[in-house]
């Protein structure tokens, strides 16, 4: 349902572009949002996006990553500049909403990201 792409290893202060294309529709969902997981860490929530472009952040996060989102492809982004070794996780793409069989909340296989010199 879900399929992400862009992980990958980067430098200390380096940037990539997370993407997660969704089978279902986006732009319907109640939010699309971005996970992560350290090593040896509980997973936790970096940015959310609504069908009205409300986002939240994580603080750690705010003022580097940017969460977006094109409807027209099923697909969102998670724009991640300034990185930084405690920024290494997996990243993993979920999507929640109500459709016509009731409620889903899907997840993607997740992404790793390694930032290291």
């Known amino acids: 349902q879900l399929l992400e792409s862009g992980g990958g290893f980067v430098q200390p202060g380096g940037s990539l572009r997370l993407s997660c294309k969704a089978s279902r529709s986006v732009s319907d969902s109640d939010s699309m949002a971005w996970y992560r997981q350290p090593p040896g860490k509980e997973r936790e929530l970096v940015a959310s996006i609504t069908p009205a472009d409300l986002t939240n952040y994580a603080d750690s996060v705010k003022g580097r990553f940017a969460i977006s989102r094109d409807d027209a492809e099923n697909t969102v982004f998670l724009q991640m500049n300034s990185l930084q070794p405690e920024d290494t996780a997996v990243y993993y793409c979920?999507?929640?909403?109500?459709?016509?069989?009731?409620?889903?909340?899907?997840w993607g296989q997740g992404t790793q990201v390694t930032v290291s010199v």
């Open positions: 979920n999507q929640k909403g109500i459709g016509w069989s009731g409620p889903y909340d899907y």
